[in-house]
Structures are given as structure tokens and as C-alpha cells.
């Protein structure tokens, strides 16, 4: 029974406020989120990164290591996606990022929070920054199909993930009104986006509900079976090794939508914003079972 009460408290703050996020996009249509899009581009994702991964006790060698392993990780999406959109004779490559970037983010986050505490948060802070990295160099490229070095070095996110490993490598003391205020920038942050999650599933449409469906099981449900092989064949344990399958198992994330509507054709844009939504909705049905198996086994 307390298993039970455990996924409870884990789950329902994060549907809970994306329902709320829900609610204020079906009540008014035309509620502006770029305020949330930008804060949390500019400000929000570098304080969660800096926040999670310099004041959670995470050592050098566990960043690294699942830094690699969810590298690993995302190596197998993408082979996975390949065969899905080839099959489809869809475009491999603008198409490719909602296989292969998921919601670590606006979702991972705070369940890993919420499942294993701060110690969580710093694991799935060390994946999320890998993706971070990702939707702005890799994602890029993919969706435009030209790799574009200005995007990185614009990109805060790019600075606060390489000043975190330089404090982390040098074992360097954050000063507390540091610690303070990325504490308070990331848990803001966190709600605002589940927040504007919420909004965007009342915006984004299905436009091909079949192939969006099988894409969205190759995302959730052959995710965090890639994430259990790497378990198993790296012989990982606790909390850290249920953090990687949890973030294995998140669906596509919205940033997908952002970035192809910047450089993709309207047709890959409406394939990505389908596949997100039914990812994330399907996700409601997967995420507590992966939770429940991860705060079973890995703890």
C-alpha cells in the first residue's frame, strides 16, 4: 500500500497543474504563453540546469556517466525512429526529433523530484541538460537541415550547462544567495511549464491520428525499454538507475513544436505537433506504471 501512496504523490502534483494549465487554455483561447516560452528559454532552463546538477550532492563521475548513458540512450531512439518514419516514408530527418529529444524536462523533472528528491533531481538534471543541449544544436540541424553555430552560442542554456560542469569538475562551493535563487528560479520554472504544457495540449491538433499513434508507442513504451537494456547491460542500480528509465519514458517534448515551427515546412510541423500530443496523452497511461516499476526496484 505505501508504494501506492508514493506514485500517488508523485504523479498527481504534475498532472494537476498541467490540468490547471488545461483549464486556463480551454477558458481563454488566446492566452499568451510567450512570456513563459521566453522566460523559460532565457532563464528558467539555465537555473534548473545550474540548480539540479551543482546542489543536489551530484558527484562528476554520476554526470558523466548518465550523461553517456542517456547519450546511449538517445543513439536508440533514433534508430528506432528511423525504421517508424522510413516506414511510413516520412522525412527521417525533420521528423526524427520528437523520437529522440523527449520530455526530460517540463515532465522528467519534477517526477524524478518528487520520486527520489533532490538526489533524483540531480541525475535528471544531468539527462535534461543533454537534451537541452540537443533541442538547440541537434534539433536545429534536423529541423532546418543545416547545422547553425550562432543558435548555440546564443543560447544560455549552452553557458549554464558548461559553468555547471566547471563547478562540478572543480568541486567549487555555490554561494547561497546562488543556491537561493536558482532553488526559487527552478521550482517556478517547473510550474510554468507544466503550466503551459497544459496550454499547449488545447492548441496542438492530431492531424494523422494512426501514424502519430505508432510513433507515440515507439517514444513511451520502447523508450524505457531501451532504458532498462542500458540498465541491465551497465549493471546500474538505485534511485539513479530509475531516474534514467524514467526519463526514458517521457513523451515528445513541446520544444519539438517550437523549434520545427522556426525551420520546418507546416506539414512536418503538423506531424510533430500530433505526435506530441498523443505521446503526452498516452503518457498519462504509461508514466505511473514506469514510476511505479522504477520506485519498486530502483530505490
Same mark, same amino acid.
Given at each position: 500500500?505505501?508504494?501506492?501512496?508514493?506514485?500517488?504523490?508523485?504523479?498527481?502534483?504534475?498532472?494537476?497543474?498541467?490540468?490547471?494549465?488545461?483549464?486556463?487554455?480551454?477558458?481563454?483561447?488566446?492566452?499568451?504563453?510567450?512570456?513563459?516560452?521566453? #522566460?523559460?528559454?532565457?532563464?528558467?532552463?539555465?537555473?534548473?540546469?545550474?540548480?539540479? &546538477?551543482?546542489?543536489?550532492?551530484? $558527484?562528476?563521475? &554520476?554526470?558523466?556517466?548518465?550523461?553517456?548513458?542517456?547519450?546511449?540512450?538517445?543513439?536508440?531512439?533514433?534508430?528506432?525512429? &528511423?525504421?517508424?518514419?522510413?516506414?511510413?516514408?516520412?522525412?527521417?530527418?525533420?521528423?526524427?526529433?520528437?523520437?529522440?529529444?523527449?520530455?526530460?524536462?517540463?515532465?522528467?523533472?519534477?517526477?524524478?523530484?518528487?520520486?527520489?528528491?533532490?538526489?533524483?533531481?540531480?541525475?535528471?538534471?544531468?539527462?535534461?541538460?543533454?537534451?537541452?543541449?540537443?533541442?538547440?544544436?541537434?534539433?536545429? #540541424?534536423?529541423? /532546418?537541415?543545416?547545422?547553425?553555430?550562432?543558435?548555440? $552560442?546564443?543560447?544560455?542554456?549552452?553557458?549554464?550547462?558548461?559553468?555547471?560542469?566547471?563547478?562540478?569538475?572543480?568541486?567549487?562551493?555555490?554561494?547561497?544567495?546562488?543556491?537561493?535563487?536558482?532553488?526559487?528560479?527552478?521550482?517556478? $520554472?517547473?510550474?510554468?511549464?507544466?503550466?503551459?504544457?497544459?496550454?499547449?495540449? $488545447?492548441?496542438?491538433?492530431?492531424?494523422?491520428?494512426?501514424?502519430?499513434?505508432?510513433? /507515440?508507442?515507439?517514444?513511451?513504451?520502447?523508450?524505457?525499454?531501451?532504458?532498462?537494456?542500458?540498465?541491465?547491460?551497465?549493471?546500474?542500480?538505485?534511485?539513479?538507475?530509475?531516474?534514467?528509465?524514467?526519463?526514458?519514458?517521457?513523451?515528445?517534448?513541446?520544444?519539438?513544436?517550437?523549434?520545427?515551427?522556426?525551420?520546418?515546412?507546416?506539414?512536418?510541423?503538423?506531424?510533430?505537433?500530433?505526435?506530441?500530443?498523443?505521446?503526452?496523452?498516452?503518457?498519462?497511461?504509461?508514466?505511473?506504471?514506469?514510476?511505479?516499476?522504477?520506485?519498486?526496484?530502483?530505490?
Amino acid at each position: 500500500m505505501e508504494i501506492y501512496l508514493k506514485l500517488f504523490e508523485v504523479i498527481f502534483p504534475v498532472f494537476f497543474v498541467v490540468g490547471i494549465g488545461y483549464y486556463l487554455g480551454k477558458k481563454n483561447p488566446k492566452i499568451d504563453t510567450t512570456f513563459i516560452t521566453n #522566460f523559460g528559454g532565457n532563464i528558467g532552463s539555465p537555473a534548473i540546469v545550474f540548480y539540479s &546538477v551543482t546542489t543536489t550532492g551530484l $558527484t562528476f563521475s &554520476v554526470f558523466t556517466n548518465y550523461f553517456i548513458y542517456y547519450l546511449l540512450a538517445i543513439i536508440g531512439f533514433s534508430i528506432i525512429g &528511423v525504421i517508424f518514419l522510413f516506414f511510413f516514408k516520412k522525412d527521417v530527418i525533420m521528423e526524427l526529433p520528437p523520437y529522440i529529444l523527449p520530455n526530460t524536462g517540463n515532465m522528467g523533472l519534477p517526477i524524478c523530484l518528487f520520486a527520489y528528491g533532490a538526489n533524483g533531481l540531480g541525475v535528471a538534471g544531468a539527462i535534461s541538460s543533454l537534451i537541452i543541449l540537443f533541442h538547440f544544436t541537434l534539433g536545429v #540541424f534536423l529541423a /532546418s537541415k543545416k547545422f547553425n553555430l550562432e543558435v548555440i $552560442t546564443k543560447s544560455p542554456a549552452f553557458y549554464s550547462v558548461i559553468i555547471s560542469i566547471i563547478f562540478l569538475y572543480f568541486e567549487i562551493p555555490v554561494p547561497n544567495f546562488v543556491v537561493n535563487t536558482t532553488m526559487l528560479l527552478t521550482y517556478a $520554472t517547473i510550474f510554468l511549464i507544466l503550466m503551459s504544457l497544459g496550454i499547449a495540449l $488545447t492548441r496542438l491538433k492530431v492531424f494523422s491520428f494512426y501514424t502519430s499513434l505508432v510513433g /507515440s508507442i515507439a517514444r513511451v513504451i520502447i523508450g524505457p525499454i531501451i532504458g532498462y537494456l542500458i540498465i541491465l547491460y551497465f549493471n546500474l542500480s538505485g534511485y539513479a538507475a530509475g531516474v534514467l528509465l524514467i526519463q526514458c519514458s517521457m513523451p515528445s517534448a513541446v520544444l519539438n513544436y517550437l523549434v520545427g515551427s522556426m525551420y520546418s515546412p507546416k506539414k512536418v510541423v503538423d506531424n510533430i505537433a500530433s505526435m506530441i500530443v498523443v505521446s503526452t496523452l498516452l503518457s498519462f497511461i504509461t508514466i505511473p506504471i514506469i514510476v511505479f516499476l522504477s520506485l519498486k526496484y530502483f530505490f
